[in-house]
């Protein structure tokens, strides 16, 4: 692989841990749920991406 494909699967992963962060802390506040799980569940198919990406 090259250093540029590297780099953006790592920019990917950074993302999805973002995602996931703001996501949780959305979740928890009964009048942004719906935003929050919609995060995460971005984060969950970014990371799947990855994964198909890397195979």
């Given at each position: ?24 802390r ?30």
């Open positions: 692989m090259s250093g540029m494909q590297d780099m953006a699967y790592a920019v990917a992963m950074i993302a999805a841990a973002i995602l996931v962060y703001f996501g949780v959305l979740s928890l506040r009964p009048d942004t749920r719906t935003k929050g799980v919609l995060m995460v569940v971005m984060a969950v198919v970014l990371v799947g991406n990855v994964l198909v990406w890397t195979l």
